[in-house]
């Protein structure tokens, strides 16, 4: 089955303790991207990977990385979390082309005490 | 810079109605608009994609329109169901390199049995 899984769903954290949170597809898509979800604000764009080994920021990059080491899989890294990063993100990924649409894994829900 | 507004926010109706969910953006020069499906505290579901040489795309009870020069698109469901219920949003794709999508906040479906 064509799908976006992230990894974990749900993760309470302490504020400082650094995190990773995974996204993988398997649909051999070129362009994946993290967006965060928030009451109030809707969905913005955190990061953005275009190919392996192309990232780039999207409107709300601070406090956050990204890595894009293999096509299927771009992890989302919280060197220092912070009560701010409690959000639902979600990991999107598409083919090149403007034709083409969005594919949005599950969501991971994150709060950070 | 893009803007996506949803009306209304919130809409209740009674099983069996047909409804109309409005989305508008400030800036006509969009690729393609697509409309999501999320249920609470879940991932976004794709409904439709609607190119922006379309008018109108359909998807069995789900009819999406486009009319890119006034800057709106309408989702038409027919004959609504209790499990319709759920938040729709409507993403606009600009051009450019990056293929982020700018969302609307949404309007929450209730539909009544």
């Known amino acids: 089955e064509a799908q976006v899984t992230q990894n974990p769903r749900y993760l309470i954290t302490v504020t400082g303790k650094k995190l990773t949170v995974t996204c993988s597809q398997n649909?051999?898509?070129?362009?994946m991207s993290w967006y965060r979800q928030d009451p109030g604000l809707g969905l913005r764009q955190i990061y953005y990977?275009?190919?392996?080994?192309?990232?780039d920021k999207g409107d709300v990059p601070e406090g956050y990385k990204v890595s894009r080491k293999e096509k299927r899989n771009f992890p989302l890294i919280l060197e220092s979390p912070s009560p701010n990063q409690t959000s639902l993100y979600f990991c999107?990924?598409?083919?090149?082309?403007?034709?083409?649409?969005?594919?949005f894994g599950p969501g991971t829900r994150l709060t950070v005490l | 810079k893009q803007e996506v507004t949803q009306i209304p926010a919130a809409l209740s109706v009674p099983e069996g109605e047909n409804l109309v969910l409005n989305c508008s953006f400030t800036?006509?020069?969009?690729?393609?608009l697509q409309w999501f499906r999320q249920d609470p505290g879940k991932g976004l579901t794709s409904l439709l994609l609607?190119?922006?040489?379309?008018r109108e795309q359909t998807s069995g009870r789900l009819n999406a329109s486009l009319d890119k020069s006034s800057g709106r698109s309408t989702l038409y469901i027919a004959a609504s169901q209790p499990g319709d219920s759920a938040t729709y949003l409507c993403?606009?794709?600009?051009?450019?390199?990056?293929?982020?999508?700018?969302f609307g906040k949404g309007t929450l479906l209730t539909v009544n049995p």
């Open positions: 993403a606009v794709l600009r051009g450019g390199s990056n293929y982020k999508l700018t």
């Open positions: 649909m051999n898509h070129e362009y």
């Open positions: 800036d006509s020069a969009i690729y393609n």
């Open positions: 999107a990924s598409r083919m090149t082309g403007v034709i083409n649409e969005q594919f």
């Open positions: 609607i190119q922006s040489s379309q």
């Open positions: 990977s275009m190919n392996v080994e192309v990232t």
